[in-house]
């Protein structure tokens, strides 16, 4: 696919490559399980690099990619028959032009056919140079992501059976990452493909709706014995989470990603405290803020 005219490579996919960020992985294991032994922060694109481009678009996607995302994030939903389509919301009404289009409000994604939903503008409503952008299919998100980097696949919608088939069906079983604010989904997903790296998506609500207290929030060891259990090897959590809250998680060998970081101070605390993983609208700035950060203050001998 093209970008939009005006677009260069970001001088920052530069920063990225002198970071490592781009380099060559250790032979040996899948790229998903590489990725997770790497000793440094990954920076993850939030729905591709949506300061720039409408979240969760091709062009979002590419340039995520120019600006050195170790991971592209995206978020699917299925159709009314059964194809992924990439959309954060379970409504058109917010990316697309569906309400204009279609004369009514709140339409949901899994109300429509593809093909119909190939007919919507998602691209228009952020920027008018992005006109007739469609919303793409997971599958056309996935050819362009991992042609030369990973997805962090976010489903929303779906059974876990149909996924595991449509990646095996294109050889990307732990070439992308899956994660799910749903833990059955991910308990179903490990059952059928237990080698797929995993991330479980949290705080997740109660299920009577009633909101979460403030400890509640917080990643702890209830919260990580059940990640493990259900065999997920990422806790993907906000930004509810504390060292002693990373130390447990490493000492049951999982990683810490933290959402949505976005500015760089935040960044910088949860840096200190031992995160693995930086989910982000704003790739390039957390590598410009790894790559300027004060060094830290030698150690006495
Ligand atoms: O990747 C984590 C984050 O995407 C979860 O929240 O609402 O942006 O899908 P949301
Ligand atoms: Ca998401």
Redesign the pocket.
């Known amino acids: 696919m093209s970008l939009p005219s005006g677009f260069r490579l970001f001088p920052t996919s530069l920063l990225a490559l002198l970071l490592g960020a781009t380099a060559p992985l250790a032979a040996g294991s899948s790229p998903a399980e590489q990725l997770l032994q790497l000793n440094r922060p990954l920076v993850i694109a ?2 591709g690099y949506p300061a720039v481009a409408p979240e969760n678009t091709l062009p979002s996607f590419a340039l995520a990619l120019q600006a050195g995302a170790d991971l592209v ?1 995206l ?1 699917y939903h299925l159709s009314l028959d059964g194809v992924a389509v990439v959309m ?1 919301d379970p409504t058109l009404d917010r990316t697309t032009d569906a309400k204009a289009r279609w004369n009514a409000k709140d339409i949901r994604l899994a109300d429509r056919t593809v093909a119909e939903l190939q007919t919507l503008d998602a691209g228009a409503w952020f920027q008018p140079r992005f006109a007739a952008t469609p919303p793409p299919l997971l599958t056309e998100a996935l050819d362009l992501i991992n042609q030369t980097g990973i997805t ?1 696949i ?1 489903r929303k919608a779906g059974d876990a059976a149909s996924c595991v088939q449509l990646l095996r069906a294109r050889a990307l079983i732990n070439r992308v990452v899956v ?1 799910s604010f749903d833990w059955a989904y991910l308990r179903d997903f490990h059952a059928l493909a237990p080698e797929q790296v995993l991330g479980a ?1 949290g705080p997740r609500g109660r299920a009577d709706g009633r909101p979460l207290t403030p400890e509640e929030k917080i990643l702890g060891p209830a919260h990580l014995d059940e990640i493990a259990a259900l065999g997920a090897r990422v806790a ?1 959590w906000s930004k509810d989470v504390t060292r002693e809250s990373v130390q447990q998680a490493h000492a049951r060998g999982l990683k810490v990603w933290v ?2 970081i976005n500015e760089p101070a935040p960044f910088l605390e949860l840096l200190a405290l031992g995160v693995d993983g930086f ?1 982000t609208n704003r790739t390039p700035l957390l590598w410009k803020t790894l790559a300027t950060r004060p060094a830290a203050p030698p150690t006495a001998p």
């Open positions: 939030h729905r994030e978020d954060h962090l976010e994660q998506l993907v959402y949505s989910i």
